[in-house]
């Protein structure tokens, strides 16, 4: 497969030129690599551990009080803590470094699952047209008529709280978005000259669609997807300070910033390690999927490259 | 020996539009023969490109096929184009007729390659005889191979002979999809590269290897016609309709196009429908010449006759609206009617010098006026 190949490292030479993208592509593979290493990093269990939970996902806390209570007040930046702890003791650095899990997955499967449905909606809400259209998109319009967010946070609300049910609530309010994207530039390419050029040496209308029409539509929801993983894990960080994601002390970035409610200034005792370091950690996490998705822009569009 | 190949008989078609039916071609005539070069001319808008998507039954909604006949004679007889089933017609489009689109460049997929672009159109129509000759090669090599090559080589084979029982199988499609599995398309891709390099160098294209791996953006407006000309023509079509070819492109290279098709036309045989607005064009490719007005064809005779002795009042005065020097340059009265409410009777009525009372009231037949000269109009009686 020599032309792949040879493509492949075009794709790496286009990267080298702009050094965003290589920023980008540095900051996600900073976290891919935390997240491949977090056993080892973050071993579970501690020799510390208060409290050993099975789930390599729940923070572990330590000794702190003789007598075996927690104590609520967190702590700053020691030996046993590089980051500290957070409310109820538990560890920041491990809820760091395992919440890298957590996000990949909040921001992968969300974004890969609304993709999946929002290109079948798209694909054959414009493919048949009509009567299939019109039901497909105004259904979609339904859900694009509620605020994203709030609709979210009902979902949660009423199935429970839980990281699943956030996903499932993001996938809900994420398809349309693709749907909508999709369709219209299926639409779009539709009315090309080399569609119509297909058809004239006789291809199939599956063939048409998906060797014609798909391959050049795909390319905006490609740099929306991208794009959008940042942007869920945002969502998913927002529904978890307003206490509707991750349980108390699980390992997950948006779910230690809301437990720093507390912390952050009220009755004199500031800890501000306690929402500075997971801000900061979401932070770079979105902007690096950012830059990583304007770097795929530049890249994928043979149109636009290679001039 | 003028035997004709496309007979287009009463076609109608019209577009229902949020402003109205619009009546895009209202009973038009048209045949092409054997071999002939054919130039269809009119007006902008005058349904010169419907009337060829319609020959492929490709009219973009909301257009309609109403009526009429398009009867095309192939290799199993006479078949009327616009009463086929769509998978039929199918294999006929890019095999007995193909099309050549006005812009080169919309008209090639940016995201292939011109290799992948071609090779669609072989393996459209011609993937039996790709497989055959892949298996040939096959063959050869198995015989010379090492007792590990062989084995790899029987597996290829196996492959290569279901595509060549039932080019719709589904065991090398599924297969083509895995890596590994699939290099036995290496072979297919081969053969089939080689194909295409060769009718890229029947097109003129210098350095045919190099283009191969070209994506459509990367070569000139030229070129890239060029690419769509070698697609139009992979499979030796019966007829090939060339919608304005040259429109789009600088006059250097339209003349090179013009003689390359000219060139082709000895080598291949096709019969040529060549769109265009462009009277000079007409009056050096072409033998035949239909004239087209407001959807209706007005007037088909042969070249000479046409620039000599023209019989349609609008083919006397677009001959006459030709601009030359150190004459009176005259234009046609009036404009081009709406194709929504078009006047009734003639066409061309409205603006006509010679009509009468009964041109406004009845449609003109068409009629065979002289030997072999066509026209629609009431001055002549067949």
Redesign the interface.
């Known amino acids: 497969m020599a032309p792949s190949i040879k493509e492949f490292k075009f794709m790496l030479h286009r990267m080298k030129q702009s050094p965003l993208s290589i920023v980008g592509l540095s900051i996600v593979l900073f976290y891919v690599a935390i997240a491949v290493l977090a056993p080892v990093l973050a071993p579970p269990g501690p020799s510390w551990a208060f409290v050993r939970y099975t789930d390599p996902f729940m923070m572990p806390r330590p000794i702190t009080n003789p007598s075996g209570g927690t104590v609520t007040e967190p702590s700053p930046p020691g030996p046993d803590h590089p980051f500290g702890t957070a409310e109820f003791q538990y560890d920041i650095y491990y809820g760091m470094i395992w919440g890298t899990i957590t996000a990949f997955r909040v921001g992968l499967w969300v974004t890969f699952v609304s993709m999946a449905i929002g290109l079948a909606v798209g694909i054959v809400a414009a493919y048949y047209g009509g009567i299939i259209d019109e039901i497909f998109m105004r259904f979609t319009d339904i859900i694009l008529a509620f605020p994203g967010l709030i609709l979210a946070m009902a979902f949660v609300v009423a199935f429970g709280r839980s990281l699943d049910n956030v996903l499932l609530a993001l996938v809900l309010v994420g398809w349309p978005g693709d749907a909508r994207l999709i369709r219209g530039e299926i639409l779009r390419v539709k009315q090309e000259d080399y569609v119509e050029a297909a058809k004239a040496v006789g291809c199939s209308d599956l063939r048409v669609m998906f060797r014609h029409v798909l391959p050049n539509a795909i390319y905006p929801m490609v740099i929306s997807a991208t794009l959008g993983i940042g942007g869920m894990v945002l969502t998913a960080a927002a529904l978890s300070f307003l206490g509707l994601g991750a349980p108390v002390g699980y390992a997950d970035w948006g779910q230690i910033i809301s437990s720093s409610q507390n912390w952050i200034g009220v009755r004199g005792r500031t800890y501000p390690h306690t929402f500075l370091i997971p801000g900061v950690f979401i932070f770079t996490f979105s902007l690096g999927w950012n830059l990583l998705g304007d770097a795929f822009r530049d890249i994928m569009d043979p149109t636009i490259r290679r001039r | 020996m003028e035997k004709s190949l496309l007979n287009v008989e009463d076609l109608r078609v019209r577009f229902y539009t949020y402003e109205g039916i619009v009546e895009a071609i209202d009973d038009a005539n048209l045949t092409v023969r054997e071999g002939e070069t054919i130039g269809l001319v009119g007006e902008t808008g005058c349904g010169k490109s419907v009337t060829s998507l319609s020959v492929?039954a490709?009219v973009?909604p909301p257009g309609k096929i109403e009526g009429g006949s398009a009867t095309l004679k192939t290799k199993e007889g006479s078949i009327d184009l616009l009463r086929q089933k769509e998978?039929r017609?199918?294999?006929?489009?890019?095999?007995d007729i193909?099309?050549i689109?006005?812009?080169p460049r919309?008209?090639?997929?940016?995201?292939y390659t011109v290799e992948n672009q071609v090779s669609?159109?072989f393996m459209?129509?011609r993937q039996k005889e790709i497989v055959k000759t892949a298996l040939d090669e096959l063959e050869k090599d198995l015989q010379k191979a090492g007792s590990f090559k062989k084995r790899v080589y029987s597996y290829e084979k196996k492959i290569y002979e279901k595509m060549l029982k039932n080019p719709k199988a589904l065991t090398p499609k599924i297969l083509s999809r895995i890596p590994i599995a699939n290099r036995y398309r290496r072979r297919l891709r081969r053969e089939l590269r080689k194909e295409i390099a060769r009718i890229l160098q029947v097109m003129r294209i210098p350095d045919a290897e190099r283009v191969l791996?070209m994506?459509p953006?990367?070569l000139s407006g030229g070129m890239a016609q060029r690419v769509?000309i070698a697609?139009a023509l992979a499979c030796n079509p019966e007829l090939l309709i060339a919608d304005e070819p040259t429109t789009n492109l600088d006059v250097t290279i339209q003349a090179q196009i013009l003689e390359l098709i000219r060139e082709l036309k000895g080598k291949f045989g096709s019969a040529v429908l060549y769109i265009t607005h462009d009277l000079g064009v007409v009056a050096e490719l072409c033998d035949r010449v239909a004239v087209m007005y407001a959807g209706v064809v007005c007037e088909l005779a042969d070249v000479n006759e046409i620039f000599k002795s023209p019989l349609h009042p609008y083919t006397q005065a677009l001959l006459e609206s030709i601009p030359r020097p150190g004459k009176e340059f005259k234009t046609i009265e009036g404009e081009v009617p709406s194709l929504i409410k078009p006047p009734v009777g003639c066409r061309f009525n409205p603006r006509c010098r010679k009509a009468t009372e009964l041109c406004e009231r009845e449609k003109p037949k068409f009629i065979e006026a002289e030997k072999n000269h066509f026209v629609m109009c009431h001055l002549y009686k067949g």
Request: charged content about 30%; aromatic content about 6%; glycine content about 4%.
């Open positions: 492929l490709l973009p998978d017609l199918r294999k006929i489009r890019g095999d193909s099309l689109f006005q812009d919309s008209a090639l997929n940016p995201v669609e159109v459209q129509h791996d994506y953006h990367e769509v697609m």
